[in-house]
């Protein structure tokens, strides 16, 4: 299983971008599918979240209305539109799943204790996203 994250960039403030999330070896419609970020000196964060069984999207508080997140079944990639981007969203972006079907049960996107060692978890290689101040 490979998820392969790309699109991050330098944007200016209000700028946009589209990050992907490019899945093989895992058919991503099943599973529920997380953005999290790190920015430096900061703890990984759960941005945004997209279910495998019913196409329910979650958003951390700062980023709703800004972001949508989408999910392309023919091309098994899911999508992170940024909009409006401020500073505050500079950090390295990464796709994760741990196989759960809805977001409200993932841990890799909430950020859950992980009660089990049989929980799998695939993080794609991070993308940069910088927003100069």
């Known amino acids: 299983v490979q998820l392969q994250a790309s699109g991050g960039g330098l944007v200016q403030p209000g700028g946009s971008l589209r990050l992907s999330c490019a899945a093989s070896?895992?058919?991503?419609?099943?599973?529920?599918i997380g953005w999290v970020r790190q920015a430096p000196g900061k703890e990984r964060e759960g941005v945004s979240c997209?279910?495998?069984?019913?196409?329910?999207?979650d958003f951390t508080d700062s980023v709703k209305g800004r972001f949508t997140i989408s999910r392309a079944s023919a091309k098994n990639t899911v999508y992170l539109q940024m909009n409006s981007l401020k500073p505050e969203d500079t950090a390295v972006y990464y796709c994760?799943?741990?196989?759960?079907?809805?977001?409200?049960?993932?841990?890799?996107?909430?950020?859950?204790?992980?009660?089990?060692?049989?929980?799998?978890?695939?993080w794609g290689k991070g993308t940069q996203v910088t927003v100069p101040s």
């Open positions: 994760a799943t741990d196989l759960q079907s809805d977001c409200k049960d993932s841990y890799v996107y909430n950020n859950l204790p992980r009660t089990s060692l049989e929980i799998q978890e695939y």
């Open positions: 997209i279910s495998g069984n019913n196409g329910s999207t």
């Open positions: 070896g895992l058919t991503l419609d099943y599973y529920a």
